[in-house]
Antibody, heavy 120, light 107 residues
C-alpha cells in the first residue's frame, strides 16, 4: 500500500524557515517524480514544486522560486522542502504527491498534508 | 504560465443527474490534462489523466474528453459521494498549474 506521510509543519513568523519532510512507502521511491502542492485556507490547489526521480531536475512555481528548495533522498525514501523567507501568503496545507511514473507528473497518491502557518 | 479556467464555479444538481464540468487552457496543452476530486478533510483523488484515461479504481460514470485548450469532465449520473470540488491540472510545461475548481453541490 502506497503511503505518504508529511511532517515538519508548524507556526513560524514571517521571514522564518521550516523544513517539510515526506516519508514514503509501498512503492519503489526512486522510480517516480514527486511534487508538493498546497492549499491556502479557503482557496484552491496550488502546485508548488516538483523533482525528477533521480533528483537532478527541480521545478518551482514563481511564487516560491528562490525561497523554497525541493530535494529528495532516495536511500531514505524521503522528500523534502526547505522553506525560507516565509510570508503570510505561504500559510497553507502542504501535500506531498507521487507522480504516476518517472515522467508523468499527475498525482496518483497524495499524503494527508502538513499545515504551515506564518503569523506575525 | 498556462492559466486553466474552470466553469462553472458552482454546479447545483440532484443525485442521478448528469454533471458536465469545463476546463479551458490559455494555450494548448495537447492531452496533458488531469482531473481531481477533492472533499473536505481528505486528500485530492486523481480521477482522469492525460485527458481521457480513468485512474485506477475510478468508476465508469466519470469520463474525460477534449484536447488542445478545451476539456470536459462528465459524471454520467451523480452519486451522493460525488458532491465535492473538482480541479483540472496540466503537465504540458513549467510551471504546472491547477484550475480554480468547480464545486458540485446538492441542489
Amino acid at each position: 500500500e502506497v503511503q505518504l506521510l508529511e511532517s515538519g509543519g508548524g507556526l513560524v513568523q514571517p521571514g522564518g524557515s521550516l523544513r517539510l519532510s515526506c516519508a514514503a512507502s509501498g512503492f519503489t521511491f526512486s522510480n517516480y517524480v514527486l511534487t508538493w502542492v498546497r492549499q491556502a485556507p479557503g482557496k484552491g490547489l496550488e502546485w508548488v514544486s516538483g523533482i525528477v526521480n533521480n533528483g537532478a531536475g527541480t521545478f518551482y512555481a514563481d511564487s516560491v522560486k528562490g525561497r523554497f528548495t525541493i530535494s529528495r533522498d532516495n536511500s531514505k525514501n524521503t522528500l523534502y522542502m526547505q522553506m525560507n523567507s516565509l510570508r503570510a501568503e505561504d500559510t497553507a496545507l502542504y501535500y506531498c504527491v507521487k507522480g504516476r511514473d518517472s515522467s508523468n507528473w499527475f498525482g496518483d497518491y497524495w499524503g494527508q498534508g502538513t499545515l504551515v502557518t506564518v503569523f506575525s | 504560465e498556462i492559466v486553466l479556467t474552470q466553469s462553472p464555479a458552482t454546479l447545483s444538481l440532484s443525485p442521478g443527474e448528469r454533471a458536465t464540468l469545463s476546463c479551458r487552457a490559455s494555450q494548448s496543452v495537447g492531452s496533458a490534462l488531469a482531473w481531481y476530486q477533492h472533499k473536505p478533510g481528505q486528500a485530492p483523488r486523481l480521477l482522469i489523466f492525460d485527458a481521457s484515461y480513468r485512474a485506477t479504481g475510478i468508476p465508469a460514470r466519470f469520463s474525460g474528453s477534449g484536447s488542445g485548450t478545451d476539456f470536459t469532465l462528465t459524471i454520467s449520473s451523480l452519486e451522493p459521494e460525488d458532491f465535492a470540488v473538482y480541479y483540472c491540472q496540466h503537465r504540458n510545461n513549467w510551471p504546472l498549474t491547477f484550475g480554480g475548481g468547480t464545486k458540485v453541490e446538492i441542489k
